[in-house]
């Protein structure tokens, strides 16, 4: 099982912009799809953006326009770029692979809160 550890977090004002990163412990060229999910108090994780092996990439309704996510294999690590943020983008941000969520293992997740 991949280990993968997030950073990047933090506090910042409404409007503005973080860069989170997903250190990968192995090469990310053989893993596949890597996604970003958020979870925030009192509500269920939900998947924020994919990047697939191919650099193709999707993000949830919410987030389209202000976050992009990227990944360098060179580094083994999985960006997501966070724009414009808003007060609800307020969560722990967590990456993983489609093998970890089906095997319920979690990172500690990099906590982002964005203040009005």
């Known amino acids: 099982q991949v280990q993968l550890v997030e950073s990047g977090g933090g506090l910042v004002q409404a409007g503005g912009s973080l860069r989170l990163s997903c250190a990968a412990s192995?090469?990310?060229?053989?893993?596949?799809?890597i996604s970003w999910y958020r979870q925030a108090p009192g509500k269920q994780r939900e998947l924020v953006a994919t990047?697939?092996?191919?650099?193709?990439?999707n993000y949830a309704d919410s987030v389209k326009g202000r976050f992009t996510i990227s990944r360098d294999n060179a580094k083994n690590t999985v960006y997501l770029q966070m724009n414009s943020l808003k007060p609800e983008d307020t969560a722990v941000y967590y990456c993983?692979?489609?093998?970890?969520?089906?095997?319920?293992?979690w990172g500690q997740g990099t906590q982002v809160t964005v203040s009005s």
């Open positions: 993983n692979t489609p093998l970890g969520v089906r095997q319920g293992y």
């Open positions: 192995e090469r990310i060229f053989s893993i596949g799809a």
């Open positions: 990047v697939t092996s191919v650099h193709s990439t």
